[in-house]
């Protein structure tokens, strides 16, 4: 079963929801938060504005495709990435956009750090995300704070971490599943996340699919204004393996979806290494491997 947490409660320290968070990061990876703060109506918004963007033909994306950027900001068309390599490239588009650093930072020539790309249409969508994803992050460092309280560890655990964090926040646009589809082909394959902590928002509808202890393959979903959580790989490591990576992919329906994952992931120059294991992990060093593997402009 994937708990169902409230956020306010995790924020106060309450023991039972707090019992429930480990659950979910330690044996499921996966989980659904509520009162978060962020309502359902500004989250319909967002998807709103996702769809406006998703909906323009593709010679108005273009003008911010990461294929021609080289970065990876801006939108990926369908077939942009390849997240298993048992699969054929998903057939889902995105827009990626992440943390800005302060001017005159070296580390904005990388690609866990490139300078966002916005579309100049439609109105008001770089003021609107902008602002979910501030928005966003401050609920995923709350989270964050939680599970380390959750699973024992040092309360100052993740202090530090993420002043400028690596998060990059994510528009899905999932099309109905094309008539052509084979088995090996996906809206997003089987994979697991590469960073933290993921604060999945979704437009309520199904397609979600996550890998349970036991192998099989368990729906989830939640409406809007409730968010689905899970955690990466970099977290996975970071806490010697506490804390469950969880296998999940897309098949597709017969129905578009739209999902806005955030992906939360720390300062590039964090060690991930297990405490005390005296090993020495770069986050970013990990996220831009990553990248490189997934990314098919980047290989």
């Known amino acids: 079963m994937i708990p169902r947490l409230d956020a306010a409660l995790i924020a106060q320290d309450d023991p039972e929801t707090l019992d429930a968070l480990r659950v979910a990061a330690t044996q499921v ?17 967002v998807i709103d504005a996702y769809a406006a963007f998703f909906g323009q033909p593709c010679d108005v994306k273009r003008s911010v495709d990461m294929a021609v950027t080289g970065a990876n900001r ?17 057939y889902k588009q995105v827009f990626d956009c ?8 070296a580390r904005a020539a990388l690609p866990v750090y490139a300078p966002n790309q ?5 109105a008001g969508f770089q003021v609107q995300i902008e602002a979910y994803f501030s928005e966003a992050c401050t609920v995923a460092a709350g989270i964050l704070d939680g599970i380390a309280k959750a699973i024992d560890m040092p309360a100052d655990y993740f202090e530090g971490a993420f002043d400028t964090p690596m998060a990059l926040l994510r528009g899905n646009y999932y099309p109905a599943r094309p008539a052509w589809a084979t088995s090996r082909d996906f809206g997003i394959a089987e ?6 902590l993921t604060l999945l928002a979704t ?20 409406p809007v204004g409730e968010f689905i959580i899970n955690f990466g790989e970099m977290l996975e490591s970071w806490t010697a393996g506490k804390i469950r ?17 955030l992906f939360f992931n720390p300062v590039y120059e964090t060690n991930i290494a297990p405490l005390g294991s005296g090993e020495k992990v770069l986050a970013g060093d990990h996220l831009m491997k990553r990248f490189q593997e997934t990314y098919v402009h980047l290989k």
């Open 29 to 45: 990876g996966f989980a659904t938060v509520y009162n978060t703060g962020i309502s359902a109506q500004r989250v319909q918004d």
């Open 74 to 90: 801006g939108w990926g068309a369908a077939h942009s990435e390849k997240v298993d390599e048992k699969a054929n490239a998903d």
């Open 98 to 105: 992440g943390f800005s650093l302060p001017a005159g930072d």
């Open 118 to 122: 916005w579309p100049s249409s439609p």
């Open 191 to 196: 994979h697991t996340d590469y960073g933290c």
């Open 203 to 222: 437009d309520g509808s199904p397609g979600l699919e996550v890998r349970m202890p036991d192998g099989e393959w368990h729906a989830v979903q939640a």
């Open 245 to 261: 990576a969880t296998a999940h992919r897309v098949i597709g329906t017969n129905a578009e979806r739209i999902s806005v994952p």
